[in-house]
């Protein structure tokens, strides 16, 4: 080994365009920056949706209605997932974690439990919210509710 044949390391280099290294670099003067402007001087910084003093899509887009930030948002589980689930494993209680073992819902999700489908087993059910008629098959299969 020799100070001719001497290389960097594997991957130790980038293989990137230096700008602003004289103006035989091809990328010196303005150094890519262009003319003038503000975009030109060092320091600045755009805001995000800025499109060059046009007027930003944000604002050209009509705002409509209402949203709520108080709303609280329910994963609904309808009682013929349940009944599918009960026989499915031999459950006697469905809860919140029962619902996220099986991919129903999630850690921080609040459940409510919906009326579609038939429920035939007695199962104890336990969640954030039930619809009434969801409430009325769960009950009149001989299962009990617990609200969260």
Same mark, same amino acid.
């Given at each position: 080994?020799?100070?001719?044949?001497?290389?960097?390391?594997? &991957?130790? %280099?980038?293989? @990137?365009?230096?700008? =602003?290294? $004289?103006?035989? !670099? #091809?990328? &010196?003067? %303005?150094?890519? @920056?262009?003319?003038? =402007?503000? $975009?030109?001087? !060092? #320091?600045?910084?755009?805001?995000?949706?800025?499109?060059?003093?046009?007027?930003?899509?944000?604002?050209?887009?009509?705002?409509?209605?209402?949203?709520?930030?108080?709303?609280?948002?329910?994963?609904?589980?309808?009682?013929?997932?349940?009944?599918?689930?009960?026989?499915?494993?031999?459950?006697?209680?469905?809860?919140?974690?029962?619902?996220?073992?099986?991919?129903?819902?999630?850690?921080?999700?609040?459940?409510?439990?919906?009326?579609?489908?038939?429920?035939?087993?007695?199962?104890?059910?336990?969640?954030?919210?039930?619809?009434?008629?969801?409430?009325?098959?769960?009950?009149?299969?001989?299962?009990?509710?617990?609200?969260?």
């Amino acid at each position: 080994m020799n100070l001719s044949n001497l290389k960097p390391a594997e &991957g130790s %280099t980038k293989n @990137r365009k230096r700008i =602003g290294r $004289g103006t035989g !670099s #091809g990328r &010196g003067g %303005t150094s890519t @920056r262009g003319h003038k =402007g503000a $975009g030109s001087r !060092s #320091g600045t910084s755009t805001k995000v949706g800025f499109e060059g003093g046009q007027m930003p899509l944000q604002r050209r887009v009509p705002k409509v209605g209402f949203k709520n930030p108080n709303r609280v948002e329910y994963t609904g589980v309808n009682l013929d997932v349940l009944q599918d689930l009960v026989t499915k494993y031999s459950l006697t209680v469905v809860d919140l974690e029962t619902l996220k073992e099986h991919g129903l819902a999630s850690r921080n999700d609040q459940v409510k439990i919906l009326g579609r489908g038939e429920l035939t087993a007695k199962v104890e059910v336990k969640a954030h919210a039930f619809t009434a008629t969801a409430q009325k098959a769960i009950e009149a299969a001989g299962g009990t509710i617990v609200k969260l």
